[in-house]
């Protein structure tokens, strides 16, 4: 079976001995029968507009204000090396809740709005309130950087892939006790 270099090699050696000249790239890959688009991507977020709908009159506050932090984000799971049982404070990691942080840079049991999950569609399609809890961390985290727990799985990082490796937004919405809430009470 002939590999797709070798086939693209062997087509762009046919195209050129026909032609009375170089072929231009674009030409060349234009006319290559095995191109295939990559449709976008999609990582799940809904539009900032449809979200803004939504907004509380504290959210909207959060996103017009000064941001108390930026952050370099980075995404992890549990089940491959990533998450295992409990966070930091003993409490069970909640998929796109749990932000694992330096609390040097940003204290743990802090609830933090982060701008650019507003509006950010989940696996389940609900829409992402942009609310955060700061309850876990990490070896690797030092300074302005912070891990966004996404559930079990590789999978479960689909939904803010495009959030990985980003530098983040975000503001200190308050603090809270105990274990960070479920989804279901999380924004309230």
Avoid at 40 to 69: F, H, I, K, N, Y
Avoid at 117 to 126: P, Q
Avoid at 147 to 171: E, K
Wanted: glycine share 12%.
């Amino acid at each position: 079976m002939i590999g797709a270099s070798a086939a693209f090699a062997l087509f762009w050696a046919a195209l050129s001995s026909v032609a009375n000249g170089p072929v231009p790239y674009n030409v060349a890959v234009a006319a290559d029968a095995f191109r295939v688009e990559t449709p976008e991507a999609d990582t799940g977020s809904g539009s900032v507009e449809e979200a803004a709908l939504a907004l509380s009159a504290d959210q909207t506050e959060m996103m017009a204000g000064d941001p108390d932090w930026r952050a370099s984000a980075r995404l992890y799971h549990a089940g491959g090396g990533g998450a295992t049982g409990n966070d930091s404070l003993g409490c069970r990691p909640i998929a796109m809740r749990t932000v694992a942080v330096d609390p040097r840079v940003i204290p743990r049991r802090t609830k933090l709005f982060i701008r650019e999950t507003v509006g950010l569609r989940l696996a389940d399609g609900s829409i992402h309130d942009g609310y955060w809890y700061a309850s876990d961390t990490g070896g690797a985290i030092k300074g302005a950087k912070i891990d966004l727990f996404t559930g079990h799985g590789r999978g479960s990082m689909r939904p803010a892939q495009r959030l990985n490796m980003r530098t983040l937004t975000i503001v200190d919405a308050g603090d809270f006790d105990g274990c960070p809430p479920a989804w279901t009470t999380a924004s309230n």
